[in-house]
């Protein structure tokens, strides 16, 4: 991960600011959850289903996006050899590459009918990028994945100040982003009028980048109880949006903060 810029550490603290003002503020916060495995199907065949792990969704650098999907089959399958054991569900992390309309496998996991872990394996060929095609199922599971938070539009429904008092400009700019909407793609970011071409997103880990502790314990004290909060930075490196860096932090579902322009943003779906 890229070292902090002072940038990044004014941008985290006014977002601390804003999260005890918005406490302050009596702002309703409920808990988030424990990331916890959530599966829904997105594929029905002859033989088999689908599901993604919504709750997997990584973004690592270079515009990847790693998911984890589940394909359940209808009868057992030998693993083969002498061992005479079957497998029922294999498990598959898959890496999408947003900016290169690109997958490869990145591993898998073999499981019986009661969910006890048979074999995992990863190979070279697996790791090969390879090109989505049009209509395939791969570009099937690709689309469920984009469909996922923090994909998708959402509104924006409150804002906090994080210096404190606004002067009477600023809040009337402010006001018009009451309503606003802000539309997150794999290719592209829209904050009202403000468009971004081709985001970089990247997971921010509070408990693992010393910049963000304070953020942690701020999150914390406004409720949102998970040991390492999701967030997700937002770069815009085409210059679309000033400043170039914006960060989202997942309240519960349905629900997001973003910190943009010095400003605390609550977004709902």
């Known amino acids: 991960m890229a070292k902090p810029t002072e940038r990044d550490a004014i941008q985290v603290r006014a977002f601390v600011k804003a999260l005890i003002i918005c406490v302050i503020c009596g702002s309703s916060l409920l808990p988030a959850q424990q990331t916890k495995d959530k599966w829904n199907r997105v594929y029905t065949g002859e033989g088999s289903v689908i ?15 790693r998911v984890q999907f589940r394909t359940i089959l209808s009868n057992p399958e030998s693993l083969g050899g002498s061992s005479g054991e079957k497998y029922k569900t294999r498990l598959e992390a898959i890496e999408f590459k ?3 309309g690109r997958y490869r496998i990145s591993d898998a996991t073999l499981l019986d009918s009661s969910g006890k872990e048979l074999q995992w394996y990863t190979t070279d060929k697996m790791r090969e990028w390879r090109v989505l095609k049009p209509g395939g199922i791969t570009e099937r599971l690709f689309n469920a994945a984009r469909a996922m938070p923090p994909f998708g539009t959402w509104k924006v429904i409150a804002y906090r100040s994080a210096e404190g008092e606004l002067n009477q400009a600023d809040s009337k700019e402010l006001e018009k982003l009451v309503g606003a909407r802000v539309n997150l793609q794999v290719n592209r970011a829209e904050v009202g009028l403000e468009i971004c071409t081709l985001p970089a997103f990247e997971d921010t880990r509070a408990s693992n980048v010393p910049l963000f502790r304070d953020l942690a314990t701020a999150l914390k004290s406004a409720g949102v109880q998970a040991e390492s909060p999701d967030m997700v930075t937002i770069n815009c490196k085409d210059g679309g949006w000033q400043p170039p860096q914006s960060l989202l932090v997942k309240v519960r579902d349905g629900e997001m ?13």
């Open 98 to 100: 947003l900016d290169e």
């Open 257 to 269: 903060l973003m910190l943009w322009e010095g400003v605390f943003l609550v977004l709902k779906r």
């Open 51 to 65: 599901e993604i792990n919504a709750s997997s969704l990584r973004f690592q650098p270079d515009h990847v996006l």
